[in-house]
């Protein structure tokens, strides 16, 4: 069993930056890719970054050049700084987690973490 808990968000204005935190217990061994999702009221869920075999990262297009996803092993923890943020990015971000690597479905997931973006 796994569980995520995300952590890190809050209100910022328009260009500021956040750092969020999601870290990994139960059987950590299991997890080949991470990830980070948000949900907007009124749109679609978007994969907004992954980590791929704990390597090779994947942006959404909306947010390519502004966040970094990254781990450390040492402390169960996978980041994502998300830098000049928007209006735009205000959603609600989940950390996610699948047992096996590209086209399987994400088995875990965190409780989530609100970020608001004032204009």
């Known amino acids: 069993q796994v569980q995520l808990v995300e952590s890190g968000g809050g209100l910022v204005q328009t260009g500021g930056s956040l750092r969020l935190s999601c870290v990994v217990s139960?059987?950590?061994?299991?997890?080949?890719?991470m990830g980070w999702y948000r949900q907007a009221p009124g749109k679609p869920r978007e994969l907004v970054a992954a980590l791929i075999r704990g390597g090779v990262t994947r942006y959404a297009d909306s947010v390519k050049g502004r966040f970094t996803i990254s781990r450390d092993n040492a402390k169960n923890t996978v980041y994502l700084e998300m830098n000049n943020l928007k209006p735009e990015d205000t959603a609600v971000y989940y950390c996610?987690?699948?047992?096996?690597?590209?086209?399987?479905?994400?088995?875990?997931w965190g409780q989530g973490t609100q970020v608001t973006v004032s204009s």
């Open positions: 139960g059987s950590i061994y299991t997890i080949n890719d």
């Open positions: 996610t987690a699948r047992s096996r690597g590209p086209g399987s479905a994400w088995d875990y």
